[in-house]
């Protein structure tokens, strides 16, 4: 019997191995299929198609594919910008490519750098005389300026194109605040660092009215001479003179509107687009569909034309989206990850150090840490060199301090050299409903900062004092950097926002151009001779690629997908739904922030992956349900 049960015991053990053995299996088969992704094929006879369907961004947000199972809301895609212009010159240069098309059917907007910067690529590819076409459903600013670099642009017969212009209105919710009692205790330096107005003002002041005029001024003119050169025949006087008398005159048709002002080439719909791409490209084999056309994904031509890789590493680590305190991103700088990259280049003896820069700033202890990197890189005696893209304000220029080189572009917004400090505080609002508080203290420190009783007059001054410490440390660091005092960037600083031209001009950038202008002078300061190559640190494809792929429905490689997503309206309705996040965003923003920011007000934040506006709001959803007003 007892040989039996020590034998029975033993065959319950084997059958228990086997069924974990076969179940971990199943798993790691299935963890397999659902994160390796796809083959990127291979180059075809045919058209590159560059489908746009989502933001261009510097550095794509990773998107967690339980979040996404979870959320009520389906992220909007991003698209790193590097990559696609690489893939448009990439297409002059390859004999298999006939032309470019660029399907602008979802296509989300990108910054003005960017837009300029695949501009470029796409003047290349009609250099090598190949024609690009772009096809859209509603073209605003960026598409339109995309659109101005194309050979033939066509638009949906019920889209059409606007043009707006830079600027906009800002939520402002002083007045509102004010009804509920609720105290914003502000601490600042610098006559125009605006981004806490919001929170005690019900308008801008003056001072920020200025800055922003200038600011948007100079960003139009750019705009509007890059179209200018790339489309000539393109009316924008027409468009924004009296846009209602340019739609009256073709009968509220916005696309033939669109026609007539140059802004377009064709109206017709994708079909129709489609057919006349055929006619350049050729049919596509492995499709039956109307409109279907040869052509290869972008995906698909990176892949075969990889970036180089012989020689020197010229070390590329890029601070993107807003700076904050620990290890976020990609997509949002998180200051200590950030940092992390810089010391493994530097462990890794890269011969120069790249920072590529598209940031409005925010944590001033996270830029810190990111500068305390650089100087470490630095201390070795290798040159640094900074390319900023769209933005590098507050914080995205205080990481910028230690370069002996700084690029951007006239159109780059940059500056905004200040700092503050924001805390609401609640007891008013509370003493409305009878509650107070009450205490014995210590020190007039003890129990501060306090949200619910109020702040002391003590750790008022304090804090002030430390943002004016910090403010003093700022402009001492730009000074040295620039070769100026700190009295004369104090004269360009105060919190003041300037284009990238204007930015040249008082000295705060050195010289035009772009990231490989950058990587190539920091090559040429650390001696490489041509025999080098930039390496991008912290940048990898995200492993759940395929699976987030599949959850939202994408298909890079499918060019005969039918009618856009939605016409003109749709494409307003969702950037006005983008426009609505930003200002729950501002709130969150009042009771969210830690610390000093260095942060810019006018600089927009590229788009990240949708969360739930609920858990955005966080603490002031909790308090507005306690007062009864959810």
């Given at each position: 019997?007892?040989?039996?049960?020590?034998?029975?015991?033993?065959?319950?053990?084997?059958?228990?191995?086997?069924?974990?053995?076969?179940?971990?299996?199943?798993?790691?088969?299935?963890?397999?299929?659902?994160?390796?992704?796809?083959?990127?094929?291979?180059?075809?006879?045919?058209?590159?198609?560059?489908?746009?369907?989502?933001?261009?961004?510097?550095?794509?947000?990773?998107?967690?594919?339980?979040?996404?199972?979870?959320?009520?809301?389906?992220?909007?895609?991003?698209?790193?910008?590097?990559?696609?212009?690489?893939?448009?010159?990439?297409?002059?240069?390859?004999?298999?490519?006939?032309?470019?098309?660029?399907?602008?059917?979802?296509?989300?907007?990108?910054?003005?750098?960017?837009?300029?910067?695949?501009?470029?690529?796409?003047?290349?590819?009609?250099?090598?005389?190949?024609?690009?076409?772009?096809?859209?459903?509603?073209?605003?600013?960026?598409?339109?300026?995309?659109?101005?670099?194309?050979?033939?642009?066509?638009?949906?017969?019920?889209?059409?194109?606007?043009?707006?212009?830079?600027?906009?209105?800002?939520?402002?919710?002083?007045?509102?605040?004010?009804?509920?009692?609720?105290?914003?205790?502000?601490?600042?330096?610098?006559?125009y660092k605006d981004f806490v107005e919001p929170y005690i003002r019900d308008a801008a002041s003056a001072p920020s009215q200025e800055?922003?005029?200038?600011?948007?001024?100079?960003?139009?003119?750019?705009?509007?001479?890059?179209?200018?050169?790339?489309?000539?025949?393109?009316?924008?006087?027409?468009?924004?003179?009296?846009?209602?008398?340019?739609?009256?005159?073709?009968?509220?048709?916005?696309?033939?509107?669109?026609?007539?002002?140059?802004?377009?080439?064709?109206?017709?719909?994708?079909?129709?687009?489609?057919?006349?791409?055929?006619?350049?490209?050729?049919?596509?084999?492995?499709?039956?569909?109307?409109?279907?056309?040869?052509?290869?994904?972008?995906?698909?031509?990176?892949?075969?034309?990889?970036?180089?890789?012989?020689?020197?590493?010229?070390?590329?680590?890029?601070?993107?989206?807003?700076?904050?305190?620990?290890?976020?991103?990609?997509?949002?700088?998180?200051?200590?990850?950030?940092?992390?990259?810089?010391?493994?280049?530097?462990?890794?003896?890269?011969?120069?150090?790249?920072?590529?820069?598209?940031?409005?700033?925010?944590?001033?202890?996270?830029?810190?840490?990111?500068?305390?990197?650089?100087?470490?890189?630095?201390?070795?005696?290798?040159?640094?060199?900074?390319?900023?893209?769209?933005?590098?304000?507050?914080?995205?220029?205080?990481?910028?301090?230690?370069?002996?080189?700084?690029?951007?572009?006239?159109?780059?917004?940059?500056?905004?050299?200040?700092?503050?400090?924001?805390?609401?505080?609640?007891?008013?609002?509370?003493?409305?409903?009878?509650?107070?508080?009450?205490?014995?203290?210590?020190?007039?420190?003890?129990?501060?900062?306090?949200?619910?009783?109020?702040?002391?007059?003590?750790?008022?001054?304090?804090?002030?004092?430390?943002?004016?410490?910090?403010?003093?440390?700022?402009?001492?660091?730009?000074?040295?950097?620039?070769?100026?005092?700190?009295?004369?960037?104090?004269?360009?600083?105060?919190?003041?926002?300037?284009?990238?031209?204007?930015?040249?001009?008082?000295?705060?950038?050195?010289?035009?151009?772009?990231?490989?202008?950058?990587?190539?002078?920091?090559?040429?300061?650390?001696?490489?001779?041509?025999?080098?190559?930039?390496?991008?640190?912290?940048?990898?494809?995200?492993?759940?690629?395929?699976?987030?792929?599949?959850?939202?429905?994408?298909?890079?490689?499918?060019?005969?997908?039918?009618?856009?997503?939605?016409?003109?309206?749709?494409?307003?309705?969702?950037?006005?739904?983008?426009?609505?996040?930003?200002?729950?965003?501002?709130?969150?923003?009042?009771?969210?922030?830690?610390?000093?920011?260095?942060?810019?007000?006018?600089?927009?934040?590229?788009?990240?992956?949708?969360?739930?506006?609920?858990?955005?709001?966080?603490?002031?959803?909790?308090?507005?349900?306690?007062?009864?007003?959810?």
């Amino acid at each position: 019997m007892i040989f039996a049960r020590k034998v029975w015991h033993l065959l319950v053990a084997i059958k228990d191995g086997l069924v974990l053995m076969f179940m971990l299996l199943f798993f790691l088969g299935l963890f397999a299929v659902l994160t390796t992704r796809p083959s990127a094929g291979v180059v075809r006879d045919g058209a590159l198609l560059v489908k746009l369907d989502g933001t261009v961004v510097e550095e794509p947000a990773e998107v967690d594919p339980l979040d996404l199972v979870l959320s009520q809301a389906q992220p909007e895609k991003q698209h790193r910008a590097r990559d696609v212009a690489r893939a448009i010159r990439a297409a002059a240069d390859d004999s298999r490519i006939k032309a470019v098309v660029l399907d602008l059917s979802s296509f989300g907007g990108g910054g003005q750098v960017h837009m300029e910067e695949i501009g470029a690529a796409m003047d290349a590819v009609r250099a090598a005389k190949k024609p690009v076409l772009t096809y859209a459903a509603g073209y605003a600013d960026d598409g339109v300026m995309l659109a101005a670099h194309a050979s033939e642009a066509w638009v949906d017969p019920l889209g059409g194109a606007v043009v707006a212009g830079p600027g906009g209105n800002h939520l402002y919710f002083g007045p509102l605040l004010e009804r509920f009692k609720v105290n914003v205790h502000v601490f600042k330096v610098g006559t125009y660092k605006d981004f806490v107005e919001p929170y005690i003002r019900d308008a801008a002041s003056a001072p920020s009215q200025e800055a922003r005029r200038a600011l948007y001024a100079a960003l139009w003119e750019e705009w509007k001479a890059n179209v200018a050169k790339a489309r000539p025949k393109a009316d924008i006087a027409k468009v924004t003179g009296d846009p209602v008398a340019w739609l009256k005159a073709s009968g509220g048709d916005m696309a033939q509107a669109a026609k007539a002002a140059g802004l377009v080439d064709q109206v017709g719909d994708k079909v129709a687009f489609g057919e006349r791409v055929k006619q350049i490209v050729g049919e596509d084999s492995a499709s039956t569909r109307p409109g279907s056309f040869a052509h290869t994904s972008m995906a698909a031509l990176l892949a075969a034309h990889p970036e180089a890789s012989a020689g020197k590493a010229v070390a590329v680590v890029t601070v993107a989206g807003e700076i904050v305190d620990g290890k976020a991103g990609p997509g949002t700088a998180g200051g200590e990850r950030i940092a992390r990259l810089i010391d493994k280049a530097n462990a890794d003896d890269a011969p120069a150090l790249v920072l590529r820069v598209d940031s409005p700033g925010g944590s001033v202890f996270a830029s810190e840490q990111i500068r305390g990197a650089i100087e470490r890189f630095k201390a070795k005696k290798r040159p640094v060199v900074v390319s900023m893209a769209n933005l590098a304000a507050s914080g995205g220029y205080w990481v910028s301090t230690p370069a002996q080189r700084i690029f951007a572009e006239p159109s780059t917004i940059t500056g905004s050299i200040g700092i503050f400090a924001l805390i609401p505080s609640f007891e008013r609002t509370l003493a409305q409903y009878g509650v107070k508080g009450d205490g014995v203290r210590t020190t007039p420190l003890s129990g501060q900062p306090d949200v619910m009783s109020g702040l002391t007059p003590e750790v008022e001054q304090m804090i002030q004092a430390s943002i004016e410490s910090g403010y003093g440390r700022f402009i001492g660091l730009v000074g040295k950097s620039r070769g100026k005092t700190p009295e004369q960037i104090d004269a360009i600083a105060q919190g003041r926002v300037w284009d990238g031209g204007t930015a040249r001009q008082n000295g705060l950038v050195d010289q035009f151009g772009g990231l490989d202008d950058a990587v190539a002078w920091a090559a040429q300061a650390a001696k490489l001779g041509d025999d080098w190559h930039p390496q991008f640190y912290g940048r990898s494809d995200n492993r759940y690629a395929s699976l987030i792929e599949r959850l939202t429905g994408g298909d890079e490689d499918s060019a005969d997908e039918g009618a856009p997503t939605s016409d003109l309206a749709g494409m307003v309705s969702a950037r006005q739904d983008r426009q609505l996040a930003s200002g729950l965003d501002s709130l969150r923003r009042m009771m969210g922030t830690r610390g000093a920011q260095a942060f810019c007000l006018d600089c927009p934040v590229p788009a990240a992956p949708a969360r739930d506006a609920r858990q955005e709001l966080g603490w002031i959803a909790r308090i507005a349900g306690v007062l009864g007003l959810q």
